[in-house]
């Protein structure tokens, strides 16, 4: 039975969590791939980019929401999702004509485009601010459970609970919606292959007829369209403030890395690593070690390598071996 606690108390506090984060960091490392696999530059306006997005919906959902229209269960910022999408795609394709387009016409070197993208960074940042303020901000309604922690005790008759949010789940089957049909276009429609071909060598796909500025149109929408998701389902499990997602970057950046820069699957695969090395290294484990060891062997202390506060060092450690190690990632990207 302690076993079996053990277990529970695991899948509550690391398990869980940490599979809705990592889907949230799957989905921002996803922007960052395709605009480094594409348009080749590191976009550091992509923290951004989600509370651009977040705050759309997070307006939107207030504007619904004092109209009486709701999803239900489920939150009403699901809704507000389409609308904040196309707000975002908006900006970001006029932002490319204003700034980047005459950097790539210039065929400006990368490191011209990330600094370009600092100042996007710091003009999107303050819009945010400027707009919706800088406190946290919720927005969050429906059910708020899936299940609760005393259900789940008074069905199983364990001591310790098993509680799942409604955004935790929401989280995880959106993520995988919007993947499957991200890899479904980038495979299987023409605009896809497109993208693909330019990608792979630039060059040899304008002698194909490739047409550059609709795959850079088309890039900055999918951009759009997974930095607004992945922030508000972020803002949705946690909260939408405007620095959080500035200091969300290093995790991306650190998933997409180690994924391997420009590798969609890495960029997956990336943020579930990055996201359970956070959560199992700030974690106290004094409670599953108290079910699992015997009273002499029990931790006094919390049992916890790093306060969380030290969170995103975990990140950039990680993203330091990397880099150090294996530069091109674990699914074999672009070097960095």
Do not use: C
């Not at 695991?10 to 791939?33: D, E, H, K, M, S």
């Not at 976009?43 to 229209?69: P, R």
């Amino acid at each position: 039975m302690d076993f079996l606690n053990a277990i529970v108390a695991l899948a509550n506090f690391v398990i869980v969590p940490a599979t809705a984060y990592g889907a949230q960091l799957a989905l921002g490392a996803l922007g960052v791939t395709l605009i480094y696999g594409i348009l080749r530059f590191s976009n550091f306006a992509h923290g951004d980019t989600m509370a651009f997005g977040a705050m759309f919906a997070i307006l939107f959902t207030w504007w619904f929401q004092s109209m009486g229209i709701s999803a239900g269960p489920l939150p009403t910022a699901l809704l507000a999702l389409p609308f904040a999408i196309v707000i975002t795609g908006a900006f970001l394709l006029a932002t490319d004509r204003v700034v980047y387009r005459f950097y790539r016409q210039q065929k400006a070197k990368p490191v011209i485009f990330v600094i370009v993208s600092l100042g996007v960074m710091f003009i999107m940042n303050g819009l945010v601010r400027f707009i919706i303020g800088p406190n946290d901000q919720r927005f969050a309604d429906g059910e708020r459970f899936i299940i609760s922690a005393r259900d789940f005790k008074a069905m199983t008759g364990l001591r310790e609970g098993l509680a799942i949010k409604t955004t935790q789940g929401i989280t995880v089957i959106t993520a995988v919606i919007v993947v499957a049909i991200l890899f479904w276009f980038l495979n299987r429609t023409r605009t896809g292959k497109s993208m693909r071909a330019y990608s792979d060598n630039e060059d040899l796909a304008l002698l194909s007829g490739i047409n550059p500025e609709r795959v850079v149109m088309v890039t900055w929408l999918i951009v759009a369209a997974l930095a607004t998701v992945a922030g508000t389902l972020y803002g949705l499990d946690k909260t939408f403030k405007p620095f959080v997602f500035l200091q969300l970057l290093l995790p991306i950046f650190a998933a997409a890395i180690v994924g391997g820069l420009g590798n969609p699957v890495g960029a997956i695969a990336g943020g579930f690593v990055v996201a359970f090395s956070e959560v199992t290294i700030t974690y106290a484990w004094k409670k599953v070690a108290n079910y699992v060891l015997p009273d002499a062997l029990a931790p006094d202390g919390l049992a916890q390598l790093l306060t969380t506060d030290y969170k995103f060092a975990v990140s950039f450690a990680i993203l330091v071996v990397v880099l150090l190690f294996r530069p091109t990632g674990l699914f074999a990207g672009k070097s960095v």
